[in-house]
């Protein structure tokens, strides 16, 4: 594929020549967009713009670059976005896959997470948070869109776990010590588990349709309230 042909103006960037890169330090991460010329997939020229820079605003209050894109606010803000995808709305969906030390540059962001995004405002919606050290993957709908699924993977990774020993960092002591971490989704102090969530309204309605009640718990049953869990909408992102 060509360079892509870029847009006159774009008041997300900050350099001067248009880098796709907006910022020296960017730790948080950013979402680019395209679009192919004459509306064809097939094209091979395109013209792109930078649609939301993630940040952290409780750290770095606006309009500090690293508070990131005028839309990200200390109920929203999130770090990495690792996967995105469109539900039948138009409505962008982003799952974080991320620092979530929830300390310095990360202070208040909390665990990874899944926000949803208005492409033509660019208004942004912290839908769930995933438990503790995992990352939120995978997106599809049934064909009704009145079931989301979604990933949880890798709950409990010890690699930069922010509650981590310094002594402790070795296979062989996570591996003895499974649930130190994270027992999603087992109450308790089971070895955590990869798993696939399905999210559904309380009223049995379409996911998305702008008349959704808030989303159902998604906790494992019995789980205590505390470090590690899973909420639906409007979680605190530093919860767990």
């Not at 880098?19 to 680019?32: F, L, T, V």
């Not at 962001?109 to 033509?120: E, F, V």
């Not at 591996?175 to 009223?203: K, Y």
Request: proline share 10%; glycine share 12%.
């Amino acid at each position: 594929m060509v360079p892509a042909t870029r847009p006159p103006t774009c008041p997300c960037r900050t350099s001067s020549n248009g880098e796709a890169n907006p910022r020296a330090s960017n730790n948080w991460g950013h979402i680019i967009k395209w679009n192919e010329t004459g509306g064809n997939a097939s094209a091979t020229t395109f013209t792109w713009d930078i649609f939301l820079i993630a940040g952290n605003p409780q750290a770095f209050p606006q309009p500090n670059v690293k508070a990131g894109s005028s839309t990200i606010t200390t109920a929203n803000m999130f770090n990495s976005p690792d996967g995105i995808g469109f539900d039948s709305f138009g409505r962008l969906w982003i799952q974080s896959d991320g620092n979530f030390s929830n300390v310095g540059d990360y202070a208040g962001q909390g665990n990874n997470q899944m926000l949803a995004a208005n492409p033509t405002t660019k208004e942004v919606r912290r839908f769930l948070v995933g438990p503790s050290g995992c990352e939120i993957t995978g997106l599809t709908f049934t064909p009704d869109r009145k079931t989301m699924f979604i990933n949880v993977q890798h709950p409990g990774e010890v690699g930069s776990h922010p509650n981590k020993p310094a002594a402790h960092t070795g296979d062989n002591w996570i591996a003895n010590n499974p649930g130190v971490f994270s027992s999603w989704p087992t109450p308790g102090a089971a070895r955590p588990r990869s798993a696939t969530v399905v999210v559904r309204r309380t009223d049995g309605g379409v996911i998305g349709d702008g008349n959704a009640p808030v989303v159902s718990s998604l906790t494992a049953p019995g789980a205590p309230a505390g470090k590690d869990f899973m909420s639906g909408t409007a979680a605190p992102a530093g919860a767990g």
